[in-house]
């Protein structure tokens, strides 16, 4: 009942999210029907759906180590079967390192570990994270701000891989897998034809897509808005997001389905209009935007992902690493053109100076390419730093996304640990 009401004041606005995870810290569990349930722990994890055949239970998704034994508890205090299958919705860890927990629980009952299925790209993504392992670790741990974070490897690999579709019959129960790319290369949801229950994945995480991140591989837009179509026109009575609670009916899933689409579908158009003009990335970056009334909804909030980041991912999709600024084709190395700029400015202090005037009257924009110029210019200078940690802070507070954010705040920190040494 209290999570119904919650639900209420979720889909209205009048409830953050933080709210949400919460409520459900415990690991809640949200009944869909009598054989299926959902159980969350945070908005941070990807949720887990578990549906009880004849033949034992299906998990779709794992959770990741810190919250995959709270979920499993509360799997356990509903049905004890054994899992009999896991389907990665996709590789990113937060849906597939809880693994490790299901399988020693099976190890510990003397049962056979569950089999594994997922997209075949899942296997590529699998071993890209071990050759960039160092890389990973230092931008997820910039992204949500852990020190000390390891990026986690080594999760078991799928035992059986799909490309297109994949219809399965597991005990009683039939489950189709539909591939489509959006966050990753490697994406399927899942579809119980007989329910009209459908498990998204990332596709649909309650807040504006993720398709733009600037740290992370290729994510694809248009695809993206292709796979909610796709699942739209499947017209499931029940919608279980990636991330954040479960949305019943089919006016509502339609619509978070629909609306997810047309955001994405408007960026990508505006985007390749101009591109095929031949447009600089510059103008199309500063020309784009997303719909507002789009924008504005409660599950899709630009709070994480940037659609600015989305439009510079459709480029990049569409085209090669060039932006159209021939500046930009064989650069001088940055620290010759600050030495330069500084010089004509009459010295990197003026530059601070100014970026400093500019980020207080709120051109958070141009004081950064100014403050990055004086700091390059002089970068033992304490007293730039200091500036730079300010107009960082400025950065900070301006952005919307948590991506946004969280980049701006490691140069902020790097800022402020020298200023003062
Ligand atoms: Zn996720």
Partial sequence: MEQ??????????????????????????????????????????????????????????????????????????????????????????????????????????????????????????????????????????????FSGYVYPIGQRRPDEVYDDTLSLTIGDEKIELFHGRGETDDATFVWLPERRVLASGDFVIWVFPNAGNPRKVQRYAPDWAAALRRMEALQPEVLIPGHGPVIFGAARAAQVLGDGAEVLESLVR???????????????????????????????????????????????????????????????????????????????????????????????????HLIELASTASPASADIQAVRARVYAQCVSAEASLIGKAIFEVYRRDAAARSSA
């Fill in 4 to 145: 119904d009401q919650l639900f209420e004041r979720l889909w209205n606005g009048t409830a953050p999210m933080e709210e949400w995870t919460q409520a459900v810290s415990d690991g809640a569990v949200t009944a869909i029907s009598e054989n299926i349930i959902s159980v969350h722990t945070t908005y941070f994890c990807g949720c887990v759906t578990v549906i009880r055949t004849t033949a034992g239970l299906v998990f779709i998704d794992t959770a990741k180590p810190d919250t995959a034994g709270k979920t499993l508890a509360a799997v356990r205090r509903w049905d004890n079967s054994p899992v009999h299958t896991v389907i990665y919705t996709h590789g990113h860890i937060d849906h597939t390192s809880g693994i490790g927990l299901i399988d020693e629980e099976a190890d510990l009952r003397g049962v056979p570990r569950p089999r594994i299925i997922a997209h075949r790209n899942v296997l590529r993504r699998l071993r890209r994270y071990e050759a960039s392992h160092g890389f990973n670790t230092i931008v997820q741990g910039q992204q949500f701000n």
């Fill in 270 to 368: 505006q985007t390749l209009a101009l591109m095929n003009e031949g447009r600089s990335l510059d103008e199309i970056l500063h020309a784009v935007s997303a719909p507002a009334e789009l924008l504005g909804k409660p599950y899709l909030l630009p709070k994480y992902d940037d659609p600015e980041f989305v439009v510079r991912g459709i480029w990049h999709l569409y085209a090669g690493w060039f932006d159209g600024n021939p500046a930009h084709l064989k650069p001088a190395p940055a620290a010759e053109l600050a030495a330069e700029l500084a010089s004509l400015a009459g010295g990197e202090d003026k530059l601070a100076e100014r970026a400093k005037a500019l980020a207080q009257a709120g051109k958070t924009r141009l004081a950064a």
